[in-house]
C-alpha cells in the first residue's frame, strides 16, 4: 500500500483495476477519511530520543489550545509507554462504548484524549506487542472512536521513526496533517538522534512547525541562578532548527513545578504566570500561528539566525564609520 493511497483517489488512480490492497483495508481506510474529516487540524509531536519530554509537550499544549476555546482531541499511541492518562489526570478511567463507536475520556469540556491505557484491566503490567499488532490499535484509534467534531487532534507519539509513526502519517495524510513539533533536550546525544525525525518527516510529507528545547536550563527558585544541567555543546535545539532550516519554537526550562503539575495532570499556566508557563503559552501560540489561516508563520531558524547576523553587521559598520567620522572631524578642529 503507497503512502498516498486512498479511497477517495480509487476513482482516478493508475493503477484501477490491478490494484493490491484488498478491499477490507480499503474500507477501513474509507471509515478512518470519514473521522478525520470532522477534524480541522492534526498535529504530531515526535523526537527521534525518549525522556526528552515529549509527552509533557503534547499535554501541555493539549491544555493550552483547550483553554484558549478550541475543541482538542490528544491520541496517545506510545501503545508500550503510554503516559497521557497521567499527564492529563485520568488515569484508571475507562473508555465507554456509545451509539457511534468508543467514547474518548473526557479531561474537560473543551478536552477529550484515548489510549491504550483507558483499555487495560492493570496499567502496570507491560505491554507486549509486536508491530502488527500496534497498527491494528492504531487503526481502531482512527476508524472506532468518536471523536466528533475537533479544531485540533494532538497525537503523541513514541521514540523513533518505526511502525507507530509509518502507521499514522499513512492513515491521516489523505486528510492532510497540520504538521510536526520535534521535541528534543539541549545534548548532542539527543539533538543527533532528533536531527533523524525531521529526515522523517521531509521523506514521508509531514511539514515541520518547527523544533521545542526541553529541559534547557534549570532556574534556582531560591537564588534565581541559571545553570546548564545538559551542557548544549553544539548549539542544541537552535542549531538544530538552523541545520533543517526549520523554525525555533523555544526553549523550557527544567522546572519542578512543571514536573508537579505533569504527575497531577493539569495545566501550569493554571498556577500562575512563570518563565515555564510563558515558555509553553509561546509555542502554543506559534503552534497555532503555523497552522491557523491568516495569521503570520512562525520563521525559520536559519533565517532569524542570519537576519540577526546581518544586523550586528550593520551596526559594525555603522560604528566603524561614526568612528571615521568622528576623527575626520578631530582632525578638522
Known amino acids: 500500500m503507497s503512502s498516498?493511497?486512498?479511497p477517495s483517489k480509487c476513482a482516478t488512480c493508475s493503477h484501477k483495476g490491478s490494484c493490491s490492497v484488498n478491499p477490507e483495508t480499503l474500507k477501513m481506510m474509507e471509515d478512518i477519511e470519514h473521522r478525520m474529516e470532522f477534524i480541522e487540524h492534526?498535529?504530531?509531536?515526535?523526537s527521534g530520543k525518549g525522556g526528552v519530554g515529549k509527552s509533557m509537550v503534547s499535554a501541555q499544549l493539549a491544555f493550552s489550545l483547550a483553554r484558549q476555546g478550541y475543541r482538542v482531541g490528544l491520541l496517545d499511541i506510545d501503545i508500550c509507554g503510554p503516559t497521557v492518562p497521567k499527564m492529563l489526570g485520568v488515569r484508571g478511567q475507562s473508555s465507554l462504548?456509545?451509539?457511534n463507536g468508543f467514547m474518548p475520556v473526557v479531561v474537560n469540556e473543551n478536552l477529550c484524549a484515548m489510549s491504550i491505557g483507558f483499555a487495560l484491566d492493570d496499567d502496570t503490567q507491560p505491554v507486549i506487542w509486536r508491530g502488527p499488532r500496534k497498527n491494528g490499535i492504531i487503526q481502531q484509534f482512527l476508524r472506532d472512536v468518536d471523536w466528533g467534531v475537533l479544531d485540533f487532534l494532538i497525537v503523541d507519539t513514541p521514540p523513533g521513526s518505526s511502525d507507530e509513526h509509518i502507521s499514522i502519517v499513512q492513515l491521516i495524510k489523505a486528510t492532510s496533517i497540520s504538521g510536526a513539533v520535534i521535541v528534543t533536550?539541549?545534548?548532542d546525544v539527543s539533538v543527533i538522534e532528533v536531527g533523524k525525525e525531521i529526515g522523517f518527516c521531509k521523506k514521508m510529507g509531514?511539514?515541520?512547525i518547527g523544533v521545542v528545547e526541553n529541559f534547557s536550563s534549570f532556574a534556582c527558585p531560591y537564588c534565581h541562578k541559571?545553570?546548564?544541567v545538559w551542557p548544549c555543546t553544539h548549539g542544541g535545539g537552535l542549531q538544530l532548527a538552523v541545520d533543517y532550516d526549520v523554525p525555533f519554537l523555544g526553549r523550557v526550562p527544567l522546572d519542578p513545578e512543571l514536573a508537579r503539575v505533569g504527575e497531577k495532570g493539569v495545566e501550569l499556566a493554571a498556577l500562575g504566570e512563570t518563565a515555564t508557563a510563558k515558555a509553553l503559552n509561546s509555542i502554543a501560540q506559534q503552534v497555532l500561528d503555523s497552522v491557523l489561516p491568516g495569521r503570520k508563520k512562525p520563521v525559520s531558524a536559519k533565517a532569524l539566525v542570519e537576519g540577526s547576523t546581518e544586523k550586528k553587521?550593520?551596526?559594525t559598520e555603522e560604528k566603524t564609520e561614526e568612528k571615521k567620522?568622528?576623527?575626520?572631524?578631530e582632525k578638522t578642529a
Open 97 to 99: 462504548v456509545g451509539a
Open 42 to 46: 492534526k498535529i504530531l509531536v515526535l
Open 185 to 187: 533536550s539541549p545534548q
Open 325 to 329: 567620522e568622528e576623527k575626520k572631524e
Open 226 to 228: 541559571i545553570t546548564e
Open 206 to 208: 509531514v511539514s515541520v
Open 313 to 315: 553587521e550593520e551596526k
Open 4 to 6: 498516498e493511497c486512498s
